[in-house]
């Protein structure tokens, strides 16, 4: 049912003055590109996370740096861009792993040409779908942005002792939104 939600909150996807705001707030110009790469409902479900995180936050008695947090939450899809996965190849993605993984990480393939075949697009949103974490982690540490870079790369990753509560947070604010 969450996956209906969340197909359903993307095609009605748009965001507001006080979304942009927030956005102003936690994100310099070279971020906020990187923001902005991304496609509008992977905009609002990176929004949607990180105001589940500053909730979260909130209740957490743990020391927290909510900068780092909110950076990390609006930052955490980057490696998925406009260019690279549509929504139907995030869906066919989505399923093809739930009812086949196997097959689905066998047809996973980077392809950086810009004349994709149909077959080449959906086995390239199959690769970003997998590796989008460590994607966008590489584009953070381009832009010197190194403990947000550490948080992302890991977001996807099973929980270990010792992983930072903003990293925990994250995943925890992902997995509701």
Wanted: one cysteine or more.
């Amino acid at each position: 049912m969450q996956r209906v939600i969340q197909f359903w909150r993307a095609i009605n996807a748009h965001l507001s003055g006080s979304d942009f705001d927030f956005i102003n707030i936690y994100l310099n110009k070279k971020e906020q590109n990187l923001f902005f790469a991304m496609r509008l409902y992977d905009q609002r479900h990176v929004l949607n996370v990180a105001y589940t995180a500053r909730r979260l936050a909130q209740k957490d008695s743990a020391n927290i740096n909510e900068k780092l947090l909110m950076k990390a939450c609006l930052l955490h899809d980057v490696g998925r861009t406009a260019e690279d996965i549509f929504l139907f190849d995030k869906v066919f993605a989505v399923l093809l792993d739930k009812y086949l993984p196997k097959t689905a990480h066998k047809l996973a393939k980077y392809n950086n040409s810009r004349n994709r075949s149909f077959w080449k697009k959906r086995r390239h949103a199959l690769f970003i779908y997998y590796h989008h974490a460590a994607i966008g982690a590489e584009k953070l540490q381009k832009i010197k942005l190194y403990d947000i870079a550490e948080i992302i790369k890991y977001h996807h990753a099973p929980p270990k002792y010792g992983d930072c509560r903003e990293l925990i947070i994250l995943r925890k604010a992902d997995s509701l939104n």
